[in-house]
Nanobody
Framework: QVQVVESGGGLVQTGDSLRLSCAAS????????MGWFRQAPGKEREFVAA????????YYADSVKGRFTISRDNAKNTVYLQMNSLKPEDTAVYYC???????????????????WGQGTQVTVSS
């Protein structure tokens, strides 16, 4: 069982930045991809960003492209989400997930992921 723990959320103002971290309990070097999703109140969980094991492929939702940057440090079993120019519509619980590829599916979809964290709250005030 892989434990996934997010951190770095908080309350910020419009235009501010935050960096989320996601630490996995085991080697993520063997993972197919790691991703970030978010869920706002009353809405479904949605894809934010994903990165493959070697960083060779990176994907972003259109809503965050140009503002958010995903990166990973396999030596630390950690993935990061740098969020700049935050907007109130970015307010959500942010979840990190690890995919080992066995479930198939597109890494932009939840079903591709094997393990999930409990989430970290990001609130952007206007």
């Amino acid at each position: 069982q892989v434990q996934v723990v997010e951190s770095g959320g908080g309350l910020v103002q419009t235009g501010d930045s935050l960096r989320l971290s996601c630490a996995a309990s085991e080697r993520t070097l063997d993972s197919h991809a790691m991703g970030w999703f978010r869920q706002a109140p009353g809405k479904e969980r949605e894809f934010v960003a994903a990165i493959t094991w070697n960083g060779g492929f990176i994907y972003y939702a259109d809503s965050v492209k140009g503002r958010f940057t995903i990166s990973r440090d396999n030596a630390k079993n950690t993935v990061y989400l740098q969020m700049n120019s935050l907007k109130p519509e970015d307010t959500a619980v942010y979840y990190c997930a690890v995919s080992f590829g066995g479930k198939g599916g597109n890494v932009l979809t939840m079903k591709a992921y094997d393990y999930w964290g409990q989430g970290t709250q990001v609130t952007v005030s206007s």
